[in-house]
């Protein structure tokens, strides 16, 4: 089994920043995809950002420019960079994870959530 915690939410004003941050622990062998996704509410959860193990990243359009997602394979944890943050940010935000455990079965574990609140 994978746990996955995040840590980073909080309460900020909007053109601010705050960096979210998720780690994975188990019998983990291998890391092939990590995410963060949002979901605000009243609206469905959507994807954020991703990164994959060769390090390619994807970010949906509201955020580019803006937010960016990193990894450290080294400690299977992956860090969302979130500036110039504004009131349409606001949302709860879940780390996904996705790899393979030791021995080799898949898994596709979710932390928790944090929540990311812009506001003056």
């Known amino acids: 089994q994978v746990q996955v915690v995040e840590s980073g939410g909080g309460l900020v004003q909007p053109g601010g920043s705050l960096r979210l941050s998720c780690a994975a622990s188990?019998?983990?062998?291998?890391?092939?995809?990590m995410g963060w996704h949002r979901q605000a509410p009243g609206k469905q959860r959507e994807l954020v950002a991703d990164v994959n193990s060769g390090g390619s990243t994807s970010y949906t359009d509201s955020v580019k420019e803006r937010f960016t997602i990193f990894r450290d394979n080294a400690k299977n944890t992956v860090y969302l960079q979130m500036n110039n943050l504004n009131a349409e940010d606001t949302a709860v935000y879940y780390c996904?994870?996705?790899?393979?455990?030791?021995?080799?079965?898949?898994?596709?574990?979710w932390g928790q959530g944090t929540q990311v609140t812009v506001s003056s």
């Open positions: 996904n994870i996705k790899g393979y455990t030791d021995p080799l079965k898949p898994f596709n574990s």
């Open positions: 188990g019998r983990i062998f291998d890391i092939y995809s």
